[in-house]
C-alpha cells in the first residue's frame, strides 16, 4: 500500500478520534510545525480547511466534514514518513501494532492475488518484473550524484580504520562492501565513499534495507564510529538535506515513469508486430 493510500486509509479514524476524544487535536493538525515534529511533513500541515487553500495541489481534493466545517488533507507524503505516521496512530490509540500488521498482510494477500491473475493472463512464469528495473534506476541515480570519485586504496584504507572487521558484529570472516545507508528512494543513500563499510556477509543479509541506526539500534559506541567515519569524508546523509523531501518526489516519479515507459514500448512492439 502506497503511504498516500496508507494515510487516506485512517483520516476517517483519526477524524473519529479528534471529535470523539480530542478536539483540540483539529487545530494542532492545521499546525505546520505539529505536523512537522509529528510526521515529518516539511511544507504544509496534515489538513487545512478548504476555503483556505481552495485550488492547491498540495492538498487531495476529497473533503471531509468536521464540525460542519470542510478539511482537505495534505498529499505530499513520501515513504519516508510512514514511521511516523504509524507512532502517531498507535500513540493516539488510533489503531494498535497488530492492526497495523494485519492490515499490511491483507494489502500482501491482494497485490499477490493481483499479481498471480497477471503472471496467468500471459502464462509467463518467473517473467522479468518491472520493478527490477525501477529500482535499478533508482540506484542508479542515487550512485551518481556529485563527482566524488574513490579507488580500491580507499576502500582498503576503510576495512583498515574498522580494524578489518565487519563494522556490525566485529567479525573477521570475509567482507563486503554494504552501504550503511540503504541505497533506495526512502533512506536516500549513495555511493559515496562515507557510506561505505565493511560488513559480513550475515550481517549484510541481516540489515536488509535498514538505516545502521536501526540495525544498531543498542550499540550507540558501533553507530558512532560509523558516524565518526561518515564525518571524516565529508559524507552527509541525503535525507538529513532539507530537500530531501523533493528528491524523493523526483525519485518517486522517476520509478513511475519507469513502468509507463516498459508499457508504452510494449503497446508499441505489440501494435508493429500485428500490423
Known sequence: MRIGQFVKHFVPDIIHYCVEKDPHEIEKLQDLEYSRKTFGLSSY???????AIQHSKRFWTDVYIINGEEFRVNSQWTVKHTEKFKKYLIDKNIATNETLEALEIEVKKESNEELEKKVHSRGRYRGNAIGNAQNLLIRNILSNLGDETFSEK???????YFDNKCAYCGSKEKLVMEHAIPINKTMLGEHRLGNLIPSCHSCNSKKGS?????????????????????????????????LSEKVSLLLEQAYLDTADVA???????ELFLDA
Open 263 to 269: 508499457k508504452r514500448y510494449i503497446k508499441t512492439i
Open 45 to 51: 500541515p496534515f489538513w487545512s480547511k478548504s476555503d
Open 154 to 160: 580507499d576502500w582498503q584504507e576503510t576495512k583498515k
Open 210 to 242: 535498514m538505516n545502521f541506526e536501526e540495525f544498531l539500534v543498542d550499540q550507540p559506541k558501533k553507530i558512532q564510529k560509523i558516524k565518526h567515519y561518515m564525518s571524516l569524508h565529508g559524507y552527509e546523509p541525503l535525507i538529513q538535506n532539507p
